[in-house]
């Protein structure tokens, strides 16, 4: 990835985000934090050159997007375009989920993202982690 300074104002986006995740944000989060998935190092709202990835794992160069209904317009799809297209020139790949899949069903998106990196199945774990509270200022 090419060094780069982040903004002020990006870091404190990026802080704010970790403050009040959203509920499939707060879900995947309580299914990969401190290693639970796989082993995997995950850090979240990681301010990448210009953007701000929801999560990122460095070892594999991965990013795993969680998108809601904002995502959904046509506007908004092509700055996520754009947007990818920048990550996959730094060297990371990007996985998209909507919230409402990663609310639905976390198993089938934790074995998504396994198979992309072809890893074995879940760790035993996950399925227990599941018992969590959301954490204060949460937004839906």
Known sequence: ???????????????????????????????????????????????????????????????????????????????????DAFLRREGYRVLRFANDRVLGNLDFVLREIADVLGLAGLPSSVSASRSHLLPRGEKE
Do not use: Y
Request: some cysteine.
């Open 1 to 83: 990835m090419l060094e780069r300074k982040n903004s002020p104002e990006a870091l404190a986006f990026a802080r704010d985000q970790r403050r009040q995740p959203t509920r499939a944000e707060a879900a995947f989060w309580q299914a990969v934090r401190g290693r639970r998935f796989n082993g995997l190092k995950f850090k979240r709202q990681m301010a990448i050159g210009p953007f701000i990835a929801d999560f990122c794992c460095f070892e594999h160069r991965i990013i795993v997007e969680l998108d809601g209904e904002p995502h959904l317009t046509q506007e908004a799809k092509a700055r996520d375009a754009q947007r």
